[in-house]
């Protein structure tokens, strides 16, 4: 359950509704608030155009008890947050030296002239606290007027993160706000379907009063989460307990607590293995590579990827036998293995991971149609095809079948860990 407290989002951009910046704001913002009992309520995407900022905060501060925005702060002249706010609040703007010394020291240490228009920024409205932005010049606002809370925060997502982290929600736990610890158990599901999960689950969730389940679906995975209908009726102790029982239900279709990718739950299996890992794929174009890629530490274990586009690249990079190729065709189970295969090889690595299909909208065949995927593994005991088949848009199909990939491989290492505990006869705990 949420707290009594009606809370609205205003995220500015005219790059938002233009498509040339996907907006992420919501996602995270939720995510983050929720966990603490508050739910966001209302939210919508305007323009930086002062009479439609205007309206949209009158309208939100007629409402809401805590409002948010994002972007709007920088110091070019589509900025136009701070002013048009602390406009329709009757709130005068005054010079802060404290930002204005951060700003300077900033472009110091870069060896660059702070240019005259950021002056802009040192501008608040009169009364506000400062959210201090440790990764650019815009800082962030909290202003408490009429009972109610306005924070405005900027809108690049690297500044945006740390600052509702660090100073807003600090804010607003001192308020007595937001929960003391998190009021939901989340966990991430692959490979079930939405509605075949939610029936799975019913045979434990229906019989406990008070609980509220959530479900949200996107591209082969469901992430799930528990909170009680009424806070206090059911503890954060007593929604761990519920999840560790869906957990044991669902066995391989439960990646893990939390929202990891599952690139970051393959990693984490790999390293605790002390083994490596590389990848080979074609019809993705990197994807794959990158979902490992973006995990810090990631080079602990992966050892480097292979994007062999053409056949000629498979063969050379990879050692994919010419006659393998115009025998099997280049989308394969026979391809896919030489691809990981060659890729174990060349990168000397332990596990690796190979793509190969039709990510259309043209290609495929009578039998392998636009959207069939060939997936290898390779492992130290082994190495295995598989094949899937998406249908959808080009994106679609990659991101699917990137998924499907590592979904694979992380059930392969989840048995072949399992059997390791058994044939030790440890006890694997939680």
């Not at 305007?46 to 925005?69: G, H, V």
Request: hydrophobic share 40%; aromatic share 6%; charged share 25%.
């Amino acid at each position: 359950m949420s707290f009594e407290k009606r809370v609205e989002v205003i995220d500015l951009g005219d790059e938002l509704l233009l498509g040339l910046r996907e907006n992420s704001h919501l996602v995270f913002i939720g995510d983050k608030l929720a966990a603490r009992g508050l739910e966001i309520d209302y939210a919508q995407v305007i323009k930086d155009d002062p009479e439609e900022i205007r309206r949209a905060f009158s309208e939100s501060w007629e409402r809401a008890d805590l409002i948010i925005t994002t972007g709007g702060l920088g110091p070019t002249v589509d900025d136009l947050t701070r002013e048009t706010i602390a406009e329709a609040l009757g709130l005068p703007l005054v010079f802060d030296e404290e930002i204005l010394g951060h700003i300077q020291e900033r472009f110091a240490r870069r060896n660059m002239e702070m240019p005259e228009n950021n002056k802009k920024q040192c501008f608040v409205p009169e009364g506000a606290e400062i959210l201090v932005n440790r990764l650019g010049t815009a800082p962030g606002l909290f202003v408490e007027k009429e009972g109610k809370i306005l924070a405005m925060l900027p809108g690049p997502p690297r500044e945006l993160h740390p600052m509702l982290e660090n100073e807003l929600i600090p804010r607003l736990a001192e308020r007595g706000i937001l929960h003391d610890t998190e009021s939901y158990v989340g966990f991430r599901t692959a490979g079930i379907g939405e509605s075949s999960l939610e029936e799975k689950l019913a045979t434990i969730t229906n019989e406990i009063d008070g609980l509220h389940v959530a479900f949200c679906a996107n591209q082969g995975l469901v992430d799930v989460r528990l909170s009680s209908e009424e806070h206090g009726k059911l503890s954060f102790d007593r929604l761990k307990e519920i999840g560790h029982q869906c957990r044991e239900m669902l066995g391989h279709d439960f990646v893990s607590f939390g929202h990891p990718s599952i690139a970051r739950v393959v990693f984490r299996t790999v390293r605790s293995l002390e083994k490596t890992l590389a990848v080979a794929e074609s019809c993705t174009g990197g994807l794959l590579s990158n979902a490992f890629t973006d995990i810090p530490g990631v080079s602990k274990v992966f050892a480097g990827s292979v994007i062999s586009y053409q056949n000629d690249t498979k063969i050379q990079l990879l050692d994919v036998p010419d006659a393998l190729i115009h025998q099997h065709g280049a989308v394969s189970a026979e391809t896919a293995v030489a691809m990981a295969t060659g890729a174990a090889e060349r990168f000397s690595a332990d596990y690796t991971l190979s793509v190969t299909g039709f990510a259309g909208p043209d290609g495929g065949t009578e039998n392998d149609p636009v959207g069939t995927i060939y997936i290898g593994y390779h492992s130290p005991v082994g190495v295995w095809s598989r094949k899937v088949v998406f249908q959808g848009e080009r994106r679609s199909i990659q991101r699917r079948a990137t998924i499907a990939a590592l979904d694979w491989m992380r059930r392969k290492l989840f048995k072949y860990k399992a059997e390791e505990v058994v044939a030790s006869g440890v006890d694997s705990g939680d």
